[in-house]
């Protein structure tokens, strides 16, 4: 649970909660800010590769992808999968955590919501007057 992913401003920051908070802000500092992730993985173990910004992804699993290919190892080649968009943040990070849940996630995803959409549970509502 060292990463973490969290959505602010239409945004998904990436922390290392091993790090400690500024003493300043009270806040870590961010590893990653992306519009949207991607995540490479092992389509027969579930195995996460690579996540991060889409752009990067895509081109480390056509690298691997290629090297693979290359090297006779047509069906490691073929296991490797990239799934990106705006993926609910409980999710991408229940894929960082828990060994293979990519897989599962993946086989849910044209029925999961929209993750920019989704409501968090730490996210305040506006106080409104009662009339």
Request: net charge positive.
């Amino acid at each position: 649970m060292d990463m973490q992913y969290q959505l602010k401003a239409g945004s998904y920051y990436l922390y290392d909660m091993r790090e400690e908070p500024s003493a300043v802000t009270g806040e870590r500092r961010f590893k990653l800010k992306t519009d949207t992730v991607a995540i490479a993985f092992d389509a027969h173990t579930g195995q996460v590769h690579q996540h991060g910004s889409p752009t990067r992804i895509q081109s480390w699993a056509n690298n691997t992808r290629r090297r693979l290919r290359a090297a006779g190892a047509q069906d490691m080649a073929n296991d490797i999968v990239v799934v990106s968009g705006p993926l609910p943040v409980d999710e991408l990070n229940k894929c960082l955590w828990v060994n293979g849940y990519v897989r599962r996630m993946f086989s849910r995803l044209a029925s999961l919501p929209h993750g920019k959409l989704q409501r968090s549970s730490s996210t305040e509502q506006p106080f409104r007057k009662a009339a």
